[in-house]
């Protein structure tokens, strides 16, 4: 818990930590072995199915929400029918729960509550999509462990968190659950927030779990639950990666995904439950289902009715049904029928009991709903500042002509426009838990709240955020008009990203450019805050407004961050964690892809591209502006050949040339020229994030081993190849200095 304060107090400093985690403590694994087989030892076949079914309350939480748990669900967690309960939340309502399974039921065995704490629980950060603009894993550490004290607080033993599922297509609603396209990013990102839920469990935090294993995010055309479909090589280079590392950073959990990958579906793939995960990885901890992913191998065409689904999943290593009721109803039978064997039945409820013994709950099942831990730990002023400090961080400066931002501080009017400009329930974003909007300031509020006397702060909606009428238009202009500069906030509704809110269009929705084409007529500068939960194709607004800050959908303090950065109290330092098309034609569009065999040229007829489009995205993965501005220089390796044996440091300089103290992520990207399998443009392999005063240089160092190498080649074994490799550093994955080295045998 102090190393999180100790965290904050360093960011407010204004200072990059060189934190280290300490290792989590995971001390009696042989005691709790045992402990379990005990209670294993007394279970009925019927009690050892029940732990492995998971039901969902309604979501409902706070003092007002009456107490009381209807007594067809008391009666089942009597008969042991139920191990795990989601979205049941608050201390007295998981108590009486609680209450019911350990002193009510046969084996007393308490019960595993669950929630989906994406971002936040009653206070709400930003979403992770913003979280990984950070480029800080630490931060996001800090947010995650935040998020595990307020939820903790209300009952919650675990969430379904983080989604680490590789996004290289913006239409899938679900990017903004993750941390964008890359695995390097991705699985810093992944192990944070494992880290920051689990800490130490002695210490009342929750466990992690790890989604949605695998391959969701690959989902043809961008279309939710769409079929996955692809090579095996690019499967375990791009889109494992961050399940590995959230499950190496100790996750105790994953959840199986609803998508199918190559024909199977990953809740019946014992190929991914068993082989990969427990085989490979090592995994000890439990797998959960999708919500019904089990049943919905039946849609599939993989599982001919509920029955044989469940024979499938509980083979294949799927521990805990959610929701599908097929392992409750069932496994019983098919035990019967000798198309399961009990004693993989006893390993999926060794798996769940470990957890409830790690999680303290056989010792003290009510050490998570204490009524007045809740009271006193929802919605801290700590938690506000920590949400405050992440949604600073997150923020993206994508242009600033003219040095337009900072905004001067002598304004005698400002003038805050749009949909999202007055708007606190989309800032808290999809999956925002139990986030109110009566705890959001809106950017207006923000403004509002900075401000001194001397500067009105004036407001239209202007339009809806998807609506035709431009109604509104006429106000808006009119105070444009009296204002010295216009606060244009545009963007997504929160329901627009998220989970079945794929788009077929990046585009802003409704009317809302239309606002901005008038609004630029009345001459004003225009200074664009965007709110969205995917990369946006705003090329209008690249090409006119003066500014563009990306505030993606950042939780209860966004109004506050945004006045904040707007002002320079913080200067931007967040970098894009995904690319950005110039129009959804594009999509697929990622830094790391391949070189093709014509690649693309403008020049020339027949090549990789489009006719009607430049080479480029609207902005390129890693890309972020600052108030300030950063030289590289002296790029050097300390050698221009390595063996599998030693390393090379790759040093540059970083100086801050502008006229602000400010942040740079400094970036690295290797490229493997000639490989057994062709190998990626470039690809990211370590970044820095440090602090420059005005003036002040630093020398970068970024060590690159043999194992950096690696890849899964020709002969699909994970290695590297000797040959000769590209090295970039710079301030995004275009704007590279490079050089280049050898690996020899
Ligand atoms: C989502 C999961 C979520 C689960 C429980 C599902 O529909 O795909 O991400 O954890 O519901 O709410």
């Known amino acids: ?38 209670v294993l030892a007394l279970m009925t076949l019927e009690e050892k199915i029940g732990q492995l079914n998971q039901l969902s309350f309604g979501i409902g939480w706070g003092p007002t929400v009456k107490v009381s748990v209807p007594d067809e669900y008391k009666q089942q967690i009597r008969e042991g029918k139920i191990g795990s309960f989601l979205n049941a939340i608050g201390a007295e309502f998981t108590y009486e729960l609680q209450k019911v399974a350990v002193q009510e039921s046969r084996l007393k065995i308490p019960l595993i509550f669950g929630l989906d704490v994406i971002h936040g629980f009653k206070t709400t950060f930003p979403v992770p999509l913003g979280e990984a ?31 680490v599922d590789i996004a290289r297509d913006p239409r899938w609603g679900r990017i903004m659950e993750g941390a964008g396209e890359d695995p ?15 800490g130490d469990l002695s210490d009342l935090n929750i466990i992690a779990c790890v989604k949605h294993y695998a391959g969701y995010g690959g989902a043809e055309g961008g279309r939710d639950y769409n079929t996955v479909d692809m090579s095996e090589r690019t499967f375990r280079d791009i889109y494992l990666p961050p399940y590995k590392a959230g499950v190496e950073a100790g996750a105790h959990t994953l959840m199986a995904s609803f998508n199918e990958l190559g024909g199977i579906p990953a809740s019946g793939s014992k190929y991914l439950l068993n082989d990969i995960l427990r085989e490979e990885w090592g995994f000890k901890g439990f797998v959960v289902s999708d919500w019904n992913s089990i049943g919905e191998m039946i849609n599939h065409g993989y599982a001919s009715d509920l029955k044989h689904a469940g024979e499938i999943s509980l083979n294949a290593g799927l521990d805990m049904d959610m929701e599908s009721r097929s392992y409750i109803t069932h496994l019983k039978q098919l035990v019967e029928e000798d198309k399961v064997d009990e004693d993989v039945i006893d390993e999926s409820v060794r798996r769940i009991l470990r957890i409830k013994f790690m999680l303290g709950l056989f010792d003290d099942p009510f050490r998570y709903c ?95 955020i998807d609506d035709p009428s431009t109604k509104g238009f006429k106000d808006a202009v009119n105070i444009a008009k009296k204002s010295d500069v216009i606060i244009l906030c545009v963007g997504e509704s929160r329901d627009m990203s998220g989970e079945a809110c794929s788009r077929s269009s990046l585009d802003l929705p409704g009317v809302q450019e239309d606002l901005a084409k008038e609004l630029l007529k009345t001459g004003k500068p225009i200074i664009v805050v965007l709110m969205n939960g995917r ?44 690319t950005f098309p110039r129009t959804v034609g594009q999509v697929p569009i990622y830094y ?51 063996t599998n044996e030693d390393s090379i440091i790759v040093s540059v300089k970083v100086k801050n040339t502008g006229n602000y103290d400010g942040e740079e992520v400094v970036q690295l990207y290797v490229q493997d020229l000639v490989g057994s399998v062709t190998r990626p443009v470039k690809e990211l392999k370590g970044f820095k994030k440090i602090m420059l005063k005005r003036g002040e240089e630093k020398t970068m160092d970024f060590t690159i081993h043999e194992k950096d190498l690696r890849f899964t080649a020709a002969d699909m074994k994970f290695k590297s190849e000797p040959g000769l490799f590209k090295v970039f550093v710079g301030t995004n994955s275009v704007d590279l200095k490079e050089s280049q080295f050898e690996l020899v045998e």
Not at 3 to 10: A, D, E, M, R, W
Not at 621 to 639: A, C, I, R, V
């Open 1 to 38: 818990m102090r190393k999180y304060f100790l965290i904050l107090f360093t960011i407010l400093l204004f200072a990059v930590t060189g934190f280290v985690p300490t290792p989590q403590q995971n001390s009696s694994e042989e005691t709790i072995a045992e402990r379990v087989d005990s």
């Open 133 to 163: 603009a950070t480029w800080q894993p630490e931060i996001v550490e800090m947010s995650a462990h935040y998020q595990a004290i307020e939820s903790a607080s209300a009952g919650i033993h675990w969430t379904f968190s983080p989604m």
């Open 184 to 198: 390097y990013l991705g699985s810093l990102m992944a192990a944070a927030h494992v880290r920051g839920y689990q």
């Open 370 to 464: 204490q009524k007045e831990r809740e009271e006193k730990n929802i919605m801290t002023s700590d938690i506000k500042i920590a949400s405050l400090e992440v949604a600073k961080r997150s923020f993206v400066l994508l242009k600033n002509d003219k040095n337009i931002l900072p905004l001067k501080k002598d304004y005698k009017k400002i003038a805050v426009i749009g949909p999202l400009a007055n708007n606190s329930i989309d800032p808290i974003g999809g999956w925002g838990g139990l986030g109110d909007s009566a705890d959001v300031t809106t950017v207006l509020e923000g403004f509002k709240n900075y401000v001194d006397k001397k500067t009105q702060v004036l407001y239209s909606e202007g339009c809806k």
């Open 535 to 578: 990369p946006m194709s705003i090329n209008w607004l690249n090409d006119n407004a003066n500014a563009i800050l990306e505030t993606w959908f950042a939780g209860t303090m966004t109004g506050d961050a945004i006045a904040k950065v707007l002002f320079g109290d913080y200067n931007p330092s967040g970098k894009l964690p995904v």
């Open 592 to 642: 790391n892809h391949k070189n093709t065999g014509r690649p693309g040229d403008l020049k020339n007829h027949y090549t990789s591209k489009y006719l009607d489009l430049p080479l480029t995205p609207l902005y390129p993965f890693g890309f972020g502006l600052s108030y300030t501005t950063f030289e590289y220089n002296d790029f050097k390796l300390s050698t221009n050949k390595i």
